[in-house]
């Protein structure tokens, strides 16, 4: 398969993440039950880690031991409300079961939701104590009713991601009344705390009311019993992607394939024609299963492929073949299907845990998009030791009209790239190094163990957690700068990569001076993201969520080494933590200057020179350079800012002739800030 992968990541297998306590409860669950007592949680954890699970354990904590009256769960699609139907939870050690009256989930009943907001008005008069239903039936529930109709009662939203602090976000104003009112608790779920349009979920205010509660995907994974090694990667083709995907589709893996939207520059405007040239593809055509309405193809090699066509308009068909997928018969039978064919469907909240290769073709809506896509392939399963996620992209023309449009998508891919390296990464604590600072009990330092005289790389003993000594590193002093730095780094790191500009001038800006983008960029991000810090904390967070960006970098060139960059195996789990140990080892001492001199896109364009034919890269180079984005006035007070801190420390003013270039590029800014201020002045 001729894929070029940018993550490949490969984990211990400890079955840590799968087993349960007394209480039937696997460890994110029992993380969460610990924190049942808060009114607001928030639960950041991968898909498939049982976060629906561990949302029926804290309901019926509430509604038995916390005078909560009545649950009502909301999902943003009435497939997902499967996942709140009933559970034996007594059978597997807890103390009540989790019961949900067929009248009461809405998401399964017919009908309007004008019809279903009458429903939620007759749950919220009755003594039953659990209602599901979806994002929008709720939305017209408090828009009828009122928000007070709710009080004493849990609200659990579902794939929190979809709501955010828009003015267009109904969902969203309307938790924001009910955390005013403050007379609700509220659990919030999502496996990606971000959105595509890098607009807030919530207002910095209201995210410090919630306990958060994070699992990593590095926990999860490291944890399970089968699956060993993920890869992500993306294969660039020109003219049509149906001349291309046998390239990247292996018949012999379970996998689902995204067709592009029919709006996309990748789609060839027919999407029946298109299912119709990959299973031509694939091999002869046999008919269709009378059952699941599957379509059977035999391939060269003598199998018969079942594929589920999920892209047919017609809608018994569709039905069908959906229905086919959700029966739960077969949920543990791997040769039921072998693969999927889709557009809009089999991504938030599907669940088939074979699955092993998530194919899509063209850029998606969203990071957010793409996340949920691979988290299909992160299901553990018997037999299933690696799984894979390929990004079938249009390899930009620069002699083509839509060249920034296509650069822009190509841009976009490598970014949701970049966002899942951070996902995919254990977990990074960084600490200032002190002269009076000391080894941590519980953590490994490698071979000689700990060093006073350096900057030291401790790992935690099951290998999910890295403490990090940099020099010079500032340190948060507010409780909440505090929880930001050690939970949300990443809603940090999701912007700066949203920000396409940063994105291409890292790659491909030959005169880039990369402090502009760690410092300045970032910078911008968290004033904007986090007003109420005060100076030195934002200055403290912006430089943790750098070091994790950079270093996260550094660590995924050390995975890609270890295993070659194919194979994933070798020097299994550790490579990640190699990779940073090993760079920190080698430079005279890791402080945080030397962190933000590193261009956290300099390994994406390492990755883009061998994914694309250098002729190739060197037009969409000479399309991005020519349309260069000059210095903006926001800019240039910050560099003017960073230029007094620089003046305090060194007691001179940066040169416009220093052999620095960041020295050189804060003098520039110091200059045009002059003149903005005499041009003012004049006018």
């Known amino acids: 398969m001729s894929v070029i992968p940018s993550v490949s990541v490969t984990y211990a297998r400890s079955g840590k993440s799968i087993r349960t306590n007394e209480l039937g409860m696997r460890p994110m669950q029992e993380r969460v039950y610990d924190k049942r007592g808060e009114p607001y949680l928030l639960i950041k954890s991968p898909p498939a880690s049982g976060k629906s699970r561990a949302l029926m354990f804290v309901a019926l904590d509430k509604l038995a031991n916390q005078g909560i009256r009545q649950a009502v769960v909301v999902v943003p699609e009435k497939s997902i409300g499967a996942s709140f139907d009933d559970e034996p939870l007594s059978r597997y050690g807890f103390w009540a079961d989790w019961t949900v009256a067929p009248k009461w989930n809405l998401c399964h009943s017919p009908g309007t939701d004008g019809g279903k907001v009458k429903s939620v008005g007759a749950f919220l008069g009755s003594g039953d104590p659990v209602l599901v239903c979806t994002h929008a039936t709720f939305r017209f529930a408090v828009e009828k009713f009122g928000v007070e109709a709710f009080d004493n009662r849990l609200i659990a939203v579902d794939e929190f991601h979809h709501v955010s602090v828009s003015e267009d976000s109904i969902l969203g104003s309307q938790l924001n009344e009910l955390i005013a009112r ?12 971000f959105r595509g349009d890098a607009v807030p979920i919530l207002t910095p205010e209201n995210e410090a009311r919630f306990d958060t509660i994070t699992y990593t995907y590095y926990e999860q994974l490291n944890g399970y019993a089968h699956l060993k090694t993920l890869d992500i990667g993306y294969f660039f083709y020109s003219g049509s992607y149906a001349d291309h995907i046998l390239k990247v589709l292996d018949p012999a893996e379970k996998t689902i394939v995204h067709i592009p939207n029919v709006n996309s520059r990748e789609s060839t405007k027919d999407k029946h024609r298109e299912v119709e040239h990959i299973i031509e593809s694939l091999g002869e055509w046999q008919g269709t299963d009378p059952v699941t309405g599957f379509q059977l193809v035999k391939i060269p090699q003598g199998r018969v492929l079942r594929i589920a066509d999920l892209v047919d308009d017609e809608p018994l068909r569709r039905d069908r073949v959906s229905a086919a997928l959700k029966d739960p018969a077969h949920k543990d039978n791997r040769a039921h299907v072998d693969i999927i064919i889709a557009l809009g469907m089999a991504k938030e909240g599907f669940d088939w845990i074979w699955c092993e290769h998530a194919l899509t073709v063209g850029y998606r809506a969203s990071l957010t998009e793409i996340v949920q896509i691979i988290g299909r392939t992160t299901r553990d399963a018997e037999g299933k030791t690696r799984a894979r996620f390929t990004n079938l992209i249009a390899e930009p023309d620069a002699g083509e009209e839509a060249v ?4 822009n998508d190509m841009l976009k891919a490598i970014a949701a790239s970049l966002l899942m390296e951070q996902v995919l990464a254990p977990r990074f604590n960084f600490t200032p190094k002190t002269p009076d600072g000391g080894p941590v009990e519980g953590f490994d330092y490698g071979e000689g163990g700990y060093n006073p005289d350096r900057e030291n790389v401790g790992v935690s003993e099951d290998g999910e957690r890295l403490r990090i000594e940099i020099k010079g590193l500032a340190e948060p002093k507010s409780k909440e700068a505090r929880r930001i730095c050690q939970e949300d780094l990443n809603e940090i790191i999701t912007p700066f990569l949203q920000d396409t500009t940063a994105v291409e001038r890292g790659i491909f800006d030959e005169e880039l001076v990369p402090e502009e983008l760690t410092q300045i960029c970032m910078g911008r991000i968290v004033r904007d993201k986090y007003p109420g810090l005060s100076d030195e904390d934002q200055e403290a967070v912006r430089q943790h969520a750098v070091a994790t960006l950079n270093l996260g970098q550094i660590a995924k060139q050390g995975a890609l080494e270890a295993s070659d960059g194919t194979s994933g195996e070798g020097k299994g789990n550790t490579a990640l933590i190699d990779g940073v140990r090993k760079f920190a080892m080698d430079v005279r001492e890791l402080d945080i200057d030397l962190i933000d001199r590193i261009n956290p896109f300099s390994g994406a364009y390492a990755i883009l020179a061998k994914a694309m034919n250098e002729d190739s890269l060197k037009q969409i180079a000479a399309v991005i350079s020519a349309r260069k984005v000059k ?19 060194r007691g001179r003013l940066p040169s416009s002739t220093s052999d620095d270039p960041w020295e050189r590029t804060m003098a520039d800014g110091v200059a045009y800030l002059t003149r903005m201020r ?6």
């Not at 403050?182 to 705390?193: D, F, I, L, P, Q």
């Not at 910050?638 to 620089?646: I, N, P, S, T």
């Open 182 to 193: 403050n007379r609700v608790h509220v659990v919030a779920m999502t496996g990606s705390y």
């Open 404 to 407: 920034t449009e296509a650069v």
């Open 631 to 649: 210095l903006t006035l926001e800019e240039a007070r910050e560099l003017a800012r960073r230029a007094v801190a620089f003046k305090e420390e």
């Open 678 to 683: 005499r041009q003012a002045k004049n006018d």
